[in-house]
């Protein structure tokens, strides 16, 4: 289970990349990409079909990002998700948000195994303040129904 301690170190690097950032503004990736930004973290999308998302150059892959970055946000397919831990494993970035969407338990074993201070099984945007009104009330109830982090 993921530790209050956990998400406050993750939240507290300010230079990520967010897998899985989707050219329309709906789609959770892009959401995640503009609220990060907004709320002052370096972020750098990553998604191999497009050159810019919301006027910021993109990037195909962690490999191609121009500087190191010190944690991942990954919103992708669990089958991708293997790969993008695969890549990160090796450039040595082991601090890694895994959205609802993305895990499986091959997921979660391959983190274990490799020792990534992981994240699942949480919105990254129910604890990056100042938090929206609809994630407000959305970690309140999970207060209350004690599925919050310690």
Same mark, same amino acid.
């Given at each position: 289970?993921?530790?209050? %301690?956990?998400?406050?170190?993750?939240?507290? /690097?300010?230079?990520?990349?967010? =897998?899985?950032?989707?050219?329309? !503004?709906?789609? &959770?990736?892009?959401?995640?990409?503009?609220?990060? !930004?907004?709320?002052? @973290?370096?972020? @750098?999308?990553?998604?191999?079909?497009?050159? %810019?998302?919301?006027?910021?150059?993109? @990037?195909?892959?962690?490999?191609?990002?121009?500087?190191?970055?010190?944690?991942?946000?990954?919103?992708?397919?669990?089958?991708?998700?293997?790969? =993008?831990?695969?890549?990160?494993?090796?450039? !040595?970035?082991?601090?890694?948000?895994?959205? /609802?969407?993305?895990?499986?338990?091959?997921?979660?074993? &391959?983190?274990?195994?490799?020792?990534?201070? &992981?994240?699942?099984?949480?919105?990254?945007?129910?604890?990056?303040?100042?938090?929206?009104?609809?994630?407000?009330?959305?970690?309140?109830?999970?207060?209350?129904?004690?599925?919050?982090? /310690?």
């Amino acid at each position: 289970m993921t530790s209050r %301690t956990t998400i406050d170190n993750f939240l507290a /690097q300010k230079k990520l990349a967010v =897998v899985g950032v989707s050219r329309n !503004k709906n789609k &959770f990736g892009n959401i995640i990409f503009r609220l990060l !930004k907004e709320r002052g @973290y370096q972020v @750098y999308p990553i998604n191999p079909n497009a050159e %810019t998302i919301e006027g910021t150059q993109c @990037y195909p892959s962690l490999e191609k990002l121009p500087e190191p970055v010190e944690g991942i946000v990954i919103n992708v397919p669990p089958g991708q998700t293997l790969e =993008v831990l695969k890549s990160a494993l090796e450039l !040595k970035l082991l601090r890694v948000w895994l959205q /609802q969407g993305s895990e499986s338990n091959e997921v979660i074993s &391959f983190c274990r195994m490799n020792e990534f201070e &992981f994240i699942s099984g949480h919105c990254i945007l129910m604890f990056a303040e100042p938090v929206g009104f609809g994630h407000r009330i959305h970690r309140w109830l999970w207060k209350i129904l004690g599925k919050l982090p /310690q």
